[in-house]
């Protein structure tokens, strides 16, 4: 028969008493004055602990405020759609003090933006100084191209010493054979080597990715798909990771003034708070005064080495303004030939590149610094997700996501649709005659209709609303005015146009149509979900402004209704 223990025998001796207990408590020899010391420590220990208790309590209760009215609103569209353009409108639209301090900081950008264009131009007039018909005819070449004397092939000087810029009738010389006009389109590329070299220096200061860097986000997606090669006759993008504005343009360097600027501040003023405590702590606990470890740049701080990289900046933008200012002639020279600017090949390898050869002669001049519209057309293809927080009233502020548009980006979107409360999905529909980098073999704007199939029919997003941009109306405008048919790349398109050209307004609504039937294709999901369709062109100031006016107009009136009130 076992033996058991008796209850005083499991009871504990004072020598198996609570370890823990023992080690916190007053040494048994511990003299008076001891005593005090260590009661002191406890108290001080003790209020430090309540410090920092209250100090979270501050933050968490500041947050909360903060997000009480937060609405969170994603930007999705495939790569190229004009995400990155609604969001520097809403920048301008909602944080106008922080778009102003940064304009300077954009000239690199802008420049680099030029030399594609300028890049792209010498392409497509080499291609045509090659097909068959004459570049221009002979009215054209006597009136625009010969005018003055071929100082770029004798190697005349102008006032000061400085190679004159070759005038029109030495670059272009209006020749009918295919071998006088090859000769001047390498004419005019050799003239403006010097300025494209410096494009590959530009890409370089800005930390623009090259054409094999990983496109997946860092964060969330193993790098194992690589962005495609560049093909012929498409200009490299300018690629860059999400948060290339906090470091090239410093905004992380300078406290923001508006927006979200007062949130930042506070919780910059809490950290410290709590690091003061941390360090006060440390120096009582040690008995003596310590030096604070060094402590990280704080975003209202000049980081390390910023001085170095302005300087740099200031050198290569001035290098890059000398140039264009030095080449600025032959360029406007050769943008005035008529096929050139009728062609739809100079927009159809990099958006923008009319705008940027229109306004040549401006960007060119001294002291130059971009406009409005001037950064709203620089095209920054954004990889992985970039985040912004706008202040839109007292009530209400923006959390806004830009989400990656290439193929390997999209799987992290679901992520993000949690608390949505709307989706601003850009369609690029004047890329009907274009196919993806990703996959020649898919048509853009049928990539964008299975991409709003995706997000209409998935149920995480039923009670998001929509607003569905039909984008680059400016650019689908100009293309069909050149020529380019529909129904080539559209089968299902009957045009009714009298004219060689395509009917501009059929057009865009038979896109509209091929949108909305996707969405009632997908109603029973959410019946009373609404969805706002607007036919946009990113670049108009006034036109976005009036939109996001009326869609936070829209979010407002759902508010109140999901609350049982009305407007």
């Known amino acids: 028969m076992p033996s058991y223990a008796s209850t005083a025998q499991l009871r504990p001796t004072p020598s198996a008493a609570d370890p823990l207990a023992s080690a916190l408590g007053p040494p048994p020899d511990e003299t008076p004055g001891e005593r005090a010391e260590r009661t002191r420590a406890e108290q001080a220990a003790k209020k430090r602990s309540e410090e920092i208790d209250k100090t979270l309590k501050e933050d968490a209760s500041r947050k909360r405020r903060e997000t009480a009215g937060e609405q969170k609103m994603l930007l999705l569209g495939q790569a190229s759609s004009g995400k990155t353009t609604v969001l520097k409108q809403m920048r301008l639209l909602y944080d106008p003090v922080t778009h102003r301090r940064e304009r300077r900081s954009w000239r690199l950008v802008v420049y680099l933006n030029v030399i594609v264009a300028v890049s792209v131009l010498i392409e497509v007039y080499e291609e045509l100084a090659n097909a068959p018909r004459p570049l221009t005819s002979s009215s054209e070449s006597n009136h625009n191209l010969m005018g003055g004397t071929a100082s770029i092939r004798s190697g005349e000087k102008g006032a000061g010493g400085r190679s004159r810029s070759p005038d029109a009738g030495s670059i272009i010389s209006g020749a009918t054979s295919a071998t006088s006009r090859a000769a001047d389109a390498a004419l005019v590329r050799a003239r403006l080597a010097p300025l494209l070299e410096l494009q590959e220096k530009l890409r370089q200061q800005l930390g623009v990715l090259d054409d094999k860097a990983p496109i997946g986000d860092s964060r969330t997606v193993p790098p194992a798909r690589e962005a495609p090669a560049k093909r012929k006759g498409q200009s490299t993008p300018v690629l860059m990771r999400a948060g290339w504005q906090d470091r090239l343009l410093g905004r992380a360097a300078r406290p923001s003034t508006s927006g979200d600027g007062a949130s930042i501040a506070t919780s910059r003023s809490a950290g410290s708070r709590l690091r003061r405590l941390t360090v006060s702590s ?66 159809q390898r990099a958006d923008g590149c009319s705008y940027f050869l229109d306004n040549i002669a401006r960007i060119a001049a001294s002291a130059y610094l971009p406009s409005d519209d001037d950064i709203l057309h620089s095209r920054v293809r954004t990889v992985g997700i970039t985040e912004q927080r706008f202040v839109v009233d007292r009530s209400t502020t923006y959390k806004i996501y830009d989400l990656g548009g290439s193929r390997s980006q999209r799987k992290v979107w679901a992520s993000y649709f949690d608390d949505a409360r709307a989706i601003i999905f850009l369609a690029n529909i004047a890329a009907f005659d274009q196919t993806l980098d990703e996959d020649m073999r898919v048509n853009r704007v049928d990539d964008s209709l299975a991409i709003w199939s995706d997000v209409v029919s998935s149920p995480l997003l039923a009670s998001v609303s929509l607003v569905l941009f039909l984008n680059k109306m400016d650019l689908l405008e100009r293309k069909l005015a050149a020529g380019v048919r529909v129904g080539k790349y559209f089968g299902d398109y009957k045009s009714t146009s009298k004219t060689t050209t395509d009917d501009f307004e059929q057009v865009w609504r038979y896109f509209r149509s091929r949108f909305l039937a996707v969405l009632e294709a997908y109603r029973a999901i959410a019946p009373s979900r609404p969805c706002y369709v607007h036919t946009t062109t990113a670049t108009s100031t006034r036109q976005i402004s009036a939109i996001l006016v009326s869609v936070q107009d829209a979010i407002l009136r759902e508010n109140l209704q999901a609350t049982g009130m009305t407007l």
């Open 282 to 347: 440390k120096r009582r606990s040690t008995g003596h005064s310590a030096p604070p470890p060094a402590a990280a740049a704080e975003p209202g701080e000049e980081p390390s080495g910023a001085s170095s990289d302005m300087v740099e900046r200031d050198a290569r933008e001035e290098e890059v303004a000398q140039m264009l200012a030095a080449q600025v002639e032959t360029i406007e020279t050769v943008w005035r030939e008529r096929r050139l600017r009728r062609s739809s090949k100079i927009e």
